[in-house]
């Protein structure tokens, strides 16, 4: 699949970074399994075909020298701690690394964090997230290594995010990843950004088992999708328009808030101080009984109440107005949250009834992606998933937005179902075409979930993961 390259702003200035590490421990639980999962060795991902691309590997090593051996055709004898995978993401505006054990141990992670460049610039201008990754790929890499008292030798092999996201950002943890895997000849993960999103809970709760529901919820997308195993998904809605990230970040800017910790935390913060009952917005899509978003018009909404009261959305900095003014944009933050929230509300039980149709024994609802790591979001749709006699899981705030936590985990799933390329080349060329995919659903849509309400930028997508993975797998068959 060839890179791609996007229409991007001129470069205006070295961006000023800082580096958020944190090292996290989880209990250490050995696992140790014999791998026979149902249709084994499984699918393949390959970088340029989609084809099964290891066929040939009888053996997976570890710092421990052999730590899975093929016995037979189908079968892998692992020993989970002893592997250890490097997850890098760099699908958006965070560049983020970690080193995580296949029991789960979390051993480092690190985030590098652009909001301060986006706080002056206004959103994610390609080119400059590109150069942003850029000047900080190596840096937050070699610190998870370290933070993880490791060195590339001690890897079992590297994840990293290939899609969906920015091609140029992408392009950046490719590439690192690759030549990584390259030089160390090791296996190298393909990950879907929303899989990880999705699939980190099961790293933080070790029993949440296939089937479960998932709303995933950050700037960009906004899923409904029933996971009914691994790499199968269905997806029973997305959003027609903006994703609710996205509006809380508008609103937040035009409230004049403090966009260097990011427009969600800053709106929550200010929210706390309003009445969410000051300002009737309109909840979106009530007319439409599925289970899709819309949050463009409420952004309009909230962007009519503002000027309304005469407030300015330019040059508006909150710290420098009256109290009163102050708690008109608190009142206009808590109403826009509250109604922003309802409508997830009203998604979810609708969501919930269809996945209870079709996969009566599910039991969670997994909430994830950035906006999940609001309180007042994870509050109100608990009381969603309790009065349906199901549980909420969310994984913790650091785990919900960008970080390579996610992305390492995923990789030790699929990594423990065989799905992995051969380490590539390590004299590969810098300017190699990676398979990069910017626009790439999770799942396939839910039929009878289609309603009149679609959204129309559907040109140029990749097949979903889980048709990819379901191809392969009747290939090997
Ligand atoms: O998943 P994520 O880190 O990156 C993407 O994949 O987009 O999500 C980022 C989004 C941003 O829109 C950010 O404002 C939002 O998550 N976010 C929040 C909160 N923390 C992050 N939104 C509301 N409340 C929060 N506490
Ligand atoms: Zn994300």
Redesign the pocket.
Known sequence: MAFSTLASPLWLSRSAFFLKTSLLHSGTRALTRRFTGPGQPSTFFSPISLKPSFKHLSAIRSASGIVAQKSSDSEWSLAREDVVILGIET??D?TAAAVVRGNGEILSQVVSSQADLLSRYGGVAPKMAEEGHSLVINQVVQQALDNAKLTEKNLSAVAVTIGPGLSLCLRVGVCKARRIAGKFSLPIISVH?MEA?ALVARLVEKDLQFPFLALLI????NLLILAHGLGHYVQLGTTIDDAI??A??KTARWLGLDMRK????A??ELAREGDAKAIKFSIPMRQHKDCNFSYAGLKTQVRIAIESKNLSVENNSISSTSSHERRLRADIAASFQRVAVLHLEERCERAIEWAMNIEPSIKCLVVS???A??QY?RTRLNHVVEKNGLQLVCPP?SL???NGVMVAWTGIEHFFCGRFDPPPRADEPKDSMFDLRPRWPLGEEYSQGKSGARSLKRARLHPSLTSIIQGSAQQQV
């Open positions: 699908s958006c965070d950004h999103h950050s700037g960009g997308h990230g996205e809380y970040d990011g427009g969600g935390p709106l929550e992606g950035g906006v790591s609001n979001v705030p919900c937005t960008d």
